[in-house]
């Protein structure tokens, strides 16, 4: 069983079975109390279903996504693998979103547009799924200014959220196949965070 976590956009917390099946999944579209509501949403979908014990694996999504929404959700996976004694399987979450889009029936290329704030774009491009059911990227992730994403074959789909149900999902299948890592483990930001250390202070002689 897989407990799936993603703050790239909002915050998603979902537990998954072996067969890539959603048991519970809970969340929230507000882009800036990701810490403040990573724990009950944990707690939701642990109480719907097994339990912390029934929990083999954690799927974290690695972004893209903004600095500081983003490092919650890793840092929750992570310590919640620690705690129970199972691995973090690292997904990026354009990733995720994708697989579902063909899931649903789509076939054609598709560019993966999330907001990145500042007016920018991230943007991931797809062309069908493999044989074992994982989308095959062709470019990105990468930023793009909101009015410049420039056109791709196909279809686009501009997500507001990103379900914990098809990461944990995405995880499933790659365990299944035997395709881990999908990716590194290092979040993916795109951008430097928001917040950065002043110049240490000079010595006087």
């Known amino acids: 069983m897989f407990l799936a976590i993603d703050t790239s956009v909002g915050t998603s917390v979902a537990v998954v079975d072996r067969e890539?099946?959603?048991?519970?999944?809970?969340?929230?579209?507000?882009t800036m109390r990701h810490a403040e509501v990573i724990g009950e949403l944990i707690r939701d979908v642990l109480a719907a279903t097994a339990g912390a014990s029934g929990v083999t694996a954690v799927a974290a999504g690695m972004g893209p996504g903004p600095f500081t929404?983003?490092?919650?959700?890793?840092?929750a996976a992570r310590a919640f693998a620690l705690?129970?004694?199972?691995?973090?399987?690292?997904?990026?979450?354009?990733?995720?979103?994708?697989?579902?889009?063909?899931?649903?029936g789509g076939e054609s290329p598709v560019q993966i547009v999330t907001d990145a704030r500042r007016r920018e774009?991230?943007?991931?491009?797809?062309?069908?799924?493999?044989?074992?059911?994982?989308?095959?990227?062709?470019d990105g992730p990468e930023l793009w200014p909101v009015t410049g994403v420039p056109e791709g074959p196909g279809s686009r789909v501009s997500a507001t959220r990103v379900s914990a149900g098809d990461v944990g999902a995405l995880a499933a299948l790659a365990?299944?196949?035997n395709r881990l890592p999908l990716i590194e483990d290092?979040?993916?930001?795109?951008?430097?965070?928001?917040?950065?250390?002043?110049?240490?202070?000079?010595?006087?002689?």
């Open 20 to 30: 890539a099946v959603v048991l519970a999944e809970a969340s929230t579209n507000d």
């Open 69 to 75: 929404g983003l490092r919650v959700g890793i840092a």
């Open 175 to 177: 365990v299944a196949a």
């Open 121 to 138: 774009s991230a943007v991931s491009s797809y062309r069908g799924c493999d044989r074992d059911g994982l989308p095959v990227r062709t």
């Open 186 to 205: 290092t979040a993916v930001y795109l951008r430097s965070p928001d917040v950065t250390l002043p110049p240490a202070a000079r010595v006087r002689a």
């Open 83 to 104: 705690g129970v004694g199972c691995p973090v399987i690292p997904v990026l979450s354009h990733d995720a979103i994708a697989r579902e889009w063909y899931r649903l």
